[in-house]
């Protein structure tokens, strides 16, 4: 990875100000060690409403960043991030890029190597990473063999031009491969369109090479909230609740050890001050951009995760094709 970027003060951009973008703007304006040169979005009314709360410029045309910024984060729908990317990639930008990477593999893979091509750096937002809890059991969790996983939604109107895999399932499905790090052996999958024309319900199972299991399930019609994974080890299991910040261990108790509400089971409850989860992630973003480092989601995780996502959607769409015959 090339060394281009000496400058202590990082110039950044965002592109797309819509819902989730126009945080990014804010994340960027409150860091020091980084000027937000401008904004951009489709809609000026938009851009120029988010650039003066911000105190930059906006645009309505992302090339007019070319040769301004130094990084720049991506935050417009899916099928434009291909393109918006590689155009960064070509004129020496670095780039943060919302989940999904993109909307094909191939496009990730195009990404990937324009990148390594060029010495820049893609980092996906698969913000759940930066969640605390989440960062916090990164040292209990050791070889999960079996996890399972529940993201409910309640039905919002935002976010239905993807399905519920690209729209919530990924998230898990990025951590999970995170956690377990082995290549997959078998994915079965089932979901169904119920209030919209893409998939709102999805359930996928998987099987990994190391033996590792994992049920996936997603959903944005449901009657609560709720974002929870459990991952079950030798001696024990992790549950992690996203939504609220909180961690319960439970584990084989050592002989003699104490909190065992379960006859020899420790079990180990720990909860977190609510954390700005996207602030942590635009400031890695900007920590890897100043030291030519790798960041904590690449574009090839980014890459991977989709590629489970888009595996599990054709599936579906498949079963789906057969009952509709």
């Not at 050592?254 to 379960?262: D, F, Q, R, S, T």
Request: aromatic share 6%.
């Amino acid at each position: 990875m090339t060394d281009t970027v000496s400058r202590e003060t990082i110039r950044a951009g965002v592109v797309g100000v819509g819902h989730l973008g126009r945080w990014h703007a804010e994340k960027y304006a409150s860091l020091e060690n980084v000027e937000l040169v401008g904004v951009v979005d489709v809609d000026e009314k938009q851009a120029v409403a988010v650039a003066h709360k911000n105190a930059t410029r906006a645009y309505t045309d992302y090339r007019e960043l070319f040769g301004k910024v130094d990084a720049v984060s991506i935050a417009v729908p899916t099928p434009m991030h291909h393109a918006i990317a590689r155009a960064f990639l070509e004129n020496e930008t670095d780039v943060l890029i919302e989940k999904p990477i993109t909307t094909t593999v191939e496009q990730a893979d195009d990404l990937i190597a324009l990148a390594e091509k060029k010495g820049r750096i893609i980092q996906v937002g698969h913000l759940e990473r930066f969640n605390p809890a989440v960062v916090a059991a990164r040292d209990l969790i050791t070889e999960p063999v079996f996890i399972e996983s529940n993201r409910l939604s309640i039905y919002q109107p935002r976010g239905t031009d993807v399905s519920v895999i690209h729209d919530l399932m990924i998230h898990d499905i990025d951590l999970i491969l995170h956690f377990v790090k082995s290549d997959i052996r078998y994915c079965h999958a089932l979901g169904t369109p119920l209030v919209t024309d893409s998939v709102d319900i999805a359930n996928a199972h998987i099987e990994f090479e190391n033996g590792a299991v994992a049920n996936v399930t997603a959903s944005r019609i449901s009657g609560k909230t709720e974002r929870k994974i459990r991952l079950f080890q030798r001696e024990g299991y992790i549950s992690i609740d996203f939504a609220n910040h909180v961690i319960m261990n439970i584990r084989q108790a050592a002989e003699g050890e104490e909190n065992c509400p379960i006859p020899g089971m420790y079990m180990d409850h720990r909860s977190f001050d609510k954390a700005d989860a996207l602030r942590s992630e635009i400031l890695s973003f900007v920590e890897a951009v100043q030291a030519r480092s790798e960041p904590v989601v690449s574009g090839r995780m980014g890459r991977d995760a989709l590629a489970l996502a888009v595996d599990i959607i054709a599936q579906i769409d498949t079963a789906m094709a057969r009952i509709n015959r």
